[in-house]
């Protein structure tokens, strides 16, 4: 592999599915690499990648307590924790891991956060609050993380929050792929709003589909948001997409597509199943089709098997992006761009 | 008060009750002063203190937002949010407000901390862990905090982790106030571990009291750990002093007090209330008498009406280190001794 | 007013006209309260607002050079440099006087950077670039800038490589001010590409007018991108929209919108006015009726009375907001809003 | 090894004794490590382990001046300086050399520092003073020292002081040894004061022998301070521990504990011998037998051939330490523990 | 005054007298102040100046130890130590004393240090030494001084070491005064050696007198180092300048300004009197005439009265500085030009 | 080469030639270091070294603009850019490829800046100004600069101004090589101001040539200045040397040295040809015999070609600096030294 310092994977306690996914197909890649170069013996290439052992503890206090119960020292490791809810609980957990790596001499700590919390808090909205996202970034800095991972943040921009290096992965293809089958070729793209147009318009490239952008404007009264659909809906399936559905206040408006003539068959493609109760009912609407998920957030059995809802994996794409790190080759065109 | 700032005293949402009593104090002292000084009219000084007006919101994904209501622009602002249960919730509030004062450029802000979180986690009390007092500390500092006033943390060199000025606070006079009665004068302070025995001998000092010190040593099976009291509890009432009480474990120990001598009539001292139901439950041992906390933690009524629990209030000790650190004027004569 | 440091405003080479503008704003600004308040003498109400003195020098060797010609201790410093052409001579320029208020113990440091240099750099648009945007915040805090001020920058986010506050202001209202007449009623505005749509719709609320989006996309060979205009411009007068003009490959693609409908009278309200030859060239092409910008950047004679161009100033907007910030008022109704 | 940067030894001027000694036992385990793998050619482990060379001088105006004698480009260096008196010197020596290390491109700069300076002003013991311990760690980190290593300073929590990582060992084991005969059955371990009682437990627990503590309080008067003996020491030898000697205040105490009845038999274990006159007068007191101290200092000839004077070796454990950190393996079991 | 914070001048152990003096003369400059301005009542105006209460301890184990014995919360501290001989003690008292004038919530600390240490230490002279003065200035700034203020650093570029602004002063004028006299008007400036050149062409200025270098060049042998006289120095008073005289290597040359031809009477201008025994005893050369230094160092009885030595006093110097920085007025004619 | 860390030279668009030759070198240091040493197969050692690919664009709007146009993890960069006019376009495109490397994981990043800019900026000359040179210092530590290597600064002690390792090499022996022949043993360095008389004693020591310098008094009337020649120049060949010619104030001194006596042949030694056409214009004075530059500065061909002018190249120095400094070995025989 070339490479100096063993590679050694860690999970929080937040999505531990995930990262022992990513193991395996870590493993995949250092079989089939010892395989193809069998002369190579550089640190680590004839020992098989597991998942590094560690345990996080949450007292009764509601403290969290985390230890690394193997050594680390002059590894580089990677935590896997995306910061799903409970947020602060799973981000204060991955604060603490990094401290906790750092002092126990780690060579470099990368952060592997599939969901980056705080992500949408990524510019004060009005006077007078945090810009949080930059508070995330700001902690994980002054705990000396060296590398950030995540995936399709609300905002690229986030990127320059961090003077670490950071590797923008993006679930688009992974939820693309579930739409191009003939069936999608009377579709389109929908924005939900006009902020989530560029993102949009990715899948829109990718899918060569027709772009739609809604558009909530205030109304005379000054109170009243009325939801205009800009472009061309009329007897399209629309594929609406967005980085994460949370609330699911996306899911309130489909019935303003239909209005304007789009065939009332939805879909969505969403890459963090942050899946609210009040999400989970609102896909009892009839128009509703599909929600495809990523499963960069752990779900529950209920959501595993709910009928409506497909989750597609990227554990093969973090693991391909890992090893390459690690390997000292390119990842540039495993991630997001524009 | 010969100030050029604004004071502003916000409260973040873990203690809004201690918070209001803070701000009345403030007006208390205000009058007073304006009453002896009617020349003063320095910034502020014809104005009530009220309360800052500021919002937390917590979102149905977990995520914390908090809005800060009114101007703060070069104004010296005071947070008072102690970081109890659940704690990392608290924490992140916190810390988002002291981004979100920054932000809103005001002078200069103070945490207060009252009750300071993962403050017995100050040093790794075995490899590889975190040191998370430190974590927090570093954090507040990140997003520039300028002071930090905190009650009784477990221990002193936690000052040490900050650059910025700490007021370490103590809630020993207003605790040991309960005891300066004449029926305790055959008492005896016990400290419940070794590390608690600095703490309890200031108690002692303050009470003139004979300090006796719990002991727990591993036996010759290198497993079982046997509780060993060091000094002369005979016919003595114990108080037991501690930082904290959490879990109660404390509360375990305390018929072996009795087995050496004690008298069967127990007492507690301890600063901060975290009371979890199984402490709560262990309070129904007869040998209990009472148990005294403070109110740097927000109780609920199950607690305030409890016939065993005392709770004494720190309030206008809080009130008066603000006002005169406003003020300029020394507070040596508050602030934690050894 | 109620301050305790001097206000000094100073201006850089790029944009002495604004500059002189915003100190007579700001005198006319004093005169009014000082009526309105006789009784107010805090330091400096009774002294003219003047711009302060200093002397930047392009050495024959092309280094820059800077004086401050007065004392500015513990005064309250303004800096106006906007960063417009030749940009990194600007730039330098910024950083400089800031290193030299700072030695010269200036109290704060302000640098109101009416054009913000790098903004569309504000994210890896592809691997290996620099994120140059987050450069310049990177450097301005490292030279202790104290807080900035600048106009319409590309992506919000930019606020948050800053630890210290930002003031985003808006040209918007003075911009879509040009356009509250009734020959307006039946215009839409148009975002140049979906990266711009949420801005636009901002512009689309202030007027209350429909909102199109512009929308490259690659064609089946890989190669080609082909406009699509998405939403409803049919004999509408567009009026598209953007923060900087630059190159003007924004005036290249209005051919498409009159080629689907639009009135062949196109309108442009663009913040910043970096005007280039081919830009000026391109005005030319008759669709074009008027390009209203703002006085962020100096504007040469030739442009100044460009028949086609109309300049909005934002002097007063940036008096007020400096006023304001000195008096430790509030400035959230003058701030970008979302 | 499994290393890749050379491992280079330095001593400064403090113990050269010490440093000598370590290399000595590195070059052991290196030649035993090569004779159990002789297929490792890692880097340097073919070539013997010797002393760095570099130059300390004082000049005759009391500035010093440090130089490195041989190339430590991209190596690992372990720069050994205890910080005992004149402590000053010691430390600024120290600081000086990390700086040239670093200027010099060392990859990582280890600071060994047997006896940490300033340990005991770990926090403020009343109001206005400085944290010493801190200010030494916060100059350590702002010179980038890459790690520290120390005995047995005061308060565990000083680890906290520095965000590298900490190497916290202790001498307990070496000076316990010395007690690990029959005639000590009857001892007792005597914690000199309350704040010691935590670090006299770990000994106690480590010989399995009861614990006393002593305990000065102030009297009615408010002035005299009187010691009490917490715990039962009638017929026992008494060991007393302590971190530091120094001025030796803790041998004026032992009257007291004959007078409680203890055997007029005194043991001292104490792991920093900074031996100032006063208190090597001291121990002429009949009632002293051994004051056993380990080598973190250098001794003078008069203290190595004292009587009463037992020095055991830290040498073996600090080379074995400098070797597993410097093959990355892990070393949790020779550190300090709770 | 117009100032916000009192004015608070402390001194460390290094020149109290030095520091009483600048008091007095502040004391003067207030009084002076006030009958020029009666109605002045900014803060602190009507209060004396006086020396603010501090206490150095240097303990018995040589560990030094400070207090702060007033109130210096929201003040200006001032606290001047030259750090002369003992260097280190008196530099980490210096440090000390900054960590706690922070920690109690002084408002901004400057740091006057007379006489800067490690001053001719301001790089490498050869390759992996450190650079010391730089080491002094990376301390200051982490311990968070807010101003430096010292007298005749040997390089000015010491300035760029810190971030924080610094006055460089110098006591040219006061030195340069004792020759203002008839009988130098057949002087010539020597500087000791060709770094000193930009100095000693200072004082030329000053005097208008020719300028005269002093040269050591390696001879053929490559050893052997001979003093060369550059410039005419014949029949003429030779009037040696430099920073510091420490161990007087600059007493030895002067027989080689005799053999070129200069009268056989010499004086030395040298502003901080570092004088080691050697050059006490050296200036007993009958060649010598008068060394004439300042006080920026405290100097013992047998120096005040020596027959060869004149002090001329900077106290004066350095209390209208403190006054203006404390006002907020122009120092710019009394810091060192160029 | 005993190295873990892959090599890459790469140049931004300042002087490619230069660095197309130092790549050149470390090619032949790779292949007879292969020969040499047949047995070594570290990373990259049997690859050819050739310069990395990466891409500066000038956008029309002014703005810089880099890529990197190949894998850079985990690599050791070498980035050659003399920042030369238009210095501020040549400094920012620097500091961006340094964030464009550091955010695409190179391992450690070295900026070659063989011109270092404003680096006669080092001190404030007079109050309120920059000190320009530490600014540039504070920039490129801020995008965390590995190391910084760069050529004959004006002043040694800009070394200190950067915390990270910096190697200080000198085209001295290039320039000073071309007057190793006998008929310049009649000549005599000279010193142009000053300042340079340290600079120019290391020529004079080098080619054991007498020492001149020129000094500029102020005369009576306190403004004209007046140029004296310290020093014997009588029928010498002048050799002027300086760091940089820029305007070349200094070929308008040169008849001053004739008029004293100097044979009127003058030569100068000049490291940084930084040519205006100014000096170039000056050049036509007879006095003047021949300018000797270096080549750390790109020449346009009417430099290349002037008969006047001789260029002498550091490459092959360069080359072997940056051999040395990637394999671990001494460099220290071929810096800058005093």
Chains 1, 2, 3, 4, 5, 6 share one sequence.
Not at 162 to 184: I, Q, R, S
Request: with cysteine.
């Amino acid at each position: 592999m070339g490479t100096h310092h063993p590679l050694r994977v860690f999970s929080g306690s937040a999505n531990r599915t995930l990262a022992g996914q990513v193991v395996q197909h870590l493993e995949t890649l250092r079989v089939a690499h010892k395989a193809a170069h069998p002369e190579d013996d550089s640190i680590g290439i004839n020992e098989p990648v597991t998942l590094g052992r560690c345990t996080t503890k949450c007292f009764p206090d509601t403290e969290t307590h985390v230890t690394i119960d193997q050594v680390v020292r002059d590894q580089d490791v990677y935590i896997i924790q995306p910061c799903s809810p409970p947020v602060n609980n799973h981000l204060m957990e991955l604060l603490l891991y990094v401290d906790a790596f750092r002092r126990a001499s780690a060579h470099e700590i990368t952060a592997v956060i599939p969901y980056f919390p705080y992500a949408r808090q990524e510019r004060m909205a009005k006077s007078r609050e945090a810009i949080s996202a930059r508070v995330v970034a700001t902690m994980l800095e002054a705990l000396r993380v060296g590398r950030v991972i995540y995936f399709d943040v609300h905002v690229a921009a986030t990127q320059g929050f961090f003077n670490v290096p950071v590797d923008p992965l993006t679930a688009l293809p992974a939820l693309a792929g579930y739409f191009m089958k003939p069936e999608f070729q009377d579709a389109a793209i929908v924005a939900p709003d006009v902020g989530r147009a560029k993102f949009a318009s990715r899948y829109a490239e990718y899918l060569k589909l027709p772009l739609v952008v809604m558009h909530k404007r205030r109304e005379d009264d000054g109170k009243t948001k009325v939801t205009h659909v800009v472009g061309d809906i009329k007897d399209k399936i629309p594929i609406v997409i967005d980085d994460v559905i949370a609330g699911g206040s996306v899911l309130t408006q489909l019935d303003e597509l239909v209005r304007v003539g789009a065939r009332p068959e939805v879909y969505l493609a969403i890459t963090h199943g942050v899946l609210l109760p009040k999400a989970l009912d609102a896909l009892a609407n009839p128009l509703i089709r599909r929600l495809v998920i990523s499963d960069t957030i752990e779900q529950p059995p209920a959501v595993q098997s709910h009928p409506k809802i497909a989750i597609v994996s990227v554990a093969e794409l973090l693991a391909k992006v890992t090893w390459r790190i690690h390997s000292g080759a390119s990842i540039s065109d495993l991630i997001e761009k524009e």
